[in-house]
């Protein structure tokens, strides 16, 4: 383990953060809220100190391998989780350091969970805050670092897998800091021109700079108690809708839409699986709402906007879907495991997981009827190594696991199953409301701080793809060498 680069790497986070916490900070002394400035300036100091004993000496050896990267990874979310919840704390914006703790885990995994009652009483710096966690956490604090960083070499690929969703994570230019310099430029792009075109529908500005935040991080975070239902403006709706849409695609796709190869988007499988999913279960949910709405198109509207909010785990609401039929809520909780797209912001499974998972399962069939021929998968015409489909099973019965488990630790609250096992689904998948006492409406001030931070656990699990969490409780990770 090469623990000097790891100190300098975190450390670095660390400063970055503090860097980020001036945009707060500022924004605290255009309102003039002092409170919250003094708790911002505070916390910046503490993470500047802290990031400069950590780097003060750079390592002769900068080689990052694999199971470095993974528990860099981990410590790093970890780390800025705890930091980033200080203003919250210091600034007595959310009572309890657990509290304080589960927002801001929720924040930066942008799974949107929330324990606040009353999110308009909040100072406009700490909602500011509240939503930038999650634009950060949506490209990855550490996808940004290998973008600045100038000591970065090709190594550092272990850093991006570590952190970014997906069974399969490649370069798509020959070096890394490209690629994650390509990969900051697309989600800067876009998050600014979902901004523009908010506020020049009505928005106002603070509001359309933080939604757009939620959105490209795909977390869910509002500023109004009611979410985006408040501004009950069908056109605020409709371009949410296609940028919840957007952010939950991979972002390799714009990569060939930038270089014109427009064959490999077209040929794309799992976009291909993705708008099938979102377009059946639009189609399906309209006919099921129909007699709640007074017109096709409003039932068409708040089908495609909780259909993308729960699929690309953005959790924004626009109703009350607990009250929908039954056929509703359960296709919703269905696209709660799916998720969204490997390579993009969003959580859950992943349809390219799922893809492989379907295409294994035909394999066994074909070779139960064929014992003696030899099925190859493919993804887009692709020969997927049994490396990766190895990986997929493997993260699929942990990822159960891990479910059932944090549900049975849930259950100690006594609260109703719809409750307990949807608010586990929500947070491992990164999405945020769920059914029952979590729905749309609701939130998780409820919970007892051991299952609070028992969902925290699962926030990470779910964001970090498991492996990167796990590895820390390993001990032959901790050795200076395996074995």
């Given at each position: 383990m090469n623990y000097h680069m790891m100190a300098y790497i975190l450390g670095n986070?660390?400063?970055?953060?503090?860097l980020f916490l001036c945009a707060p900070a500022l924004i605290a002394i255009f309102y003039g809220e002092r409170k919250?400035?003094?708790a911002f300036l505070l916390t910046i100091g503490i993470a500047l100190l802290v990031g400069t004993i950590f780097v003060k000496a750079e390592p002769k050896d900068k080689k990052i391998y694999g199971r470095e990267g993974f528990v860099i990874v981990a410590l790093a979310w970890i780390i800025m989780s705890i930091f980033g919840a200080m203003p919250f704390y210091f600034s007595g914006a959310i009572d309890g350091v657990v509290n304080c703790f589960f927002e801001?885990?929720?924040?930066?995994?942008?799974?949107g969970a929330s324990i606040l009652k009353d999110i308009e009483s909040l100072p406009m710096s700490i909602l500011f805050w509240r939503?930038?966690?999650?634009?950060?956490g949506g490209m990855g604090i550490l996808v940004f670092m290998l973008a600045i960083m100038p000591a970065v070499d090709e190594r550092s690929m272990h850093l991006m897998r570590a952190e970014a969703p997906g069974p399969v994570v490649s370069k798509l230019v020959p070096k890394v800091k490209a690629t994650a310099k390509l990969l900051y430029g697309i989600y800067i792009v876009l998050t600014l021109l979902q901004i523009v075109l908010l506020f020049v529908g009505g928005m106002p500005l603070f509001d359309s700079i933080v939604n757009s935040f939620s959105t490209a991080g795909t977390g869910g975070f509002s500023i109004r108690n009611a979410s985006i239902a408040a501004y009950n403006r069908p056109y605020f709706e409709y371009i949410i809708t296609i940028f919840m849409f957007l952010f939950s695609l991979n972002f390799n796709l714009y990569h060939f839409l930038l270089i014109k190869?427009?064959?490999?988007?077209?040929k794309n499988e799992e976009l291909k699986y993705y708008l099938f999913i979102i377009l059946g279960s639009i189609g399906i949910i309209t006919v099921n709402i129909l007699s709640l709405y007074p017109t096709v198109e409003s039932a068409f509207r708040h089908a495609a906007f909780q259909v993308l909010s729960i699929i690309s785990t953005s959790g924004f609401a626009t109703a009350n879907y607990d009250l929908w039929p039954e056929l509703s809520k359960s296709l919703l909780m269905i696209l709660i495991i799916v998720g969204a797209c490997g390579g993009s912001t969003?959580?859950?499974i992943k349809v390219s997981r799922l893809i492989i998972l379907l295409k294994m399962a035909g394999r066994e069939i074909r070779h139960i009827v064929h014992p003696r021929s030899i099925n190859i998968i493919k993804l887009d015409d692709h020969k997927v190594d049994e490396e990766i489909v190895r990986g997929v099973t493997g993260f699929i019965i942990v990822y159960l696991f891990i479910t059932f488990g944090s549900f049975l630790l849930i259950s100690l609250n006594n609260f109703d199953f719809t409750t307990s096992m949807t608010s586990v689904l929500t947070c491992v998948g990164n999405v945020g409301?769920?059914?029952?006492?979590v729905g749309p409406v609701e939130n998780y001030s409820f919970f007892s701080d051991f299952s609070k931070l028992v969902l925290c656990l699962d926030m990470l699990l779910g964001r970090l793809e498991i492996f990167p969490i796990i590895m820390l409780f390993a001990p032959s990770v901790w050795r200076r060498s395996y074995m």
């Open positions: 986070i660390l400063r970055v953060e503090g919250a400035l003094i801001t885990v929720s924040g930066f995994t942008t799974t939503s930038f966690t999650h634009w950060i190869d427009t064959k490999n988007v077209f969003g959580g859950g409301p769920g059914l029952g006492m």
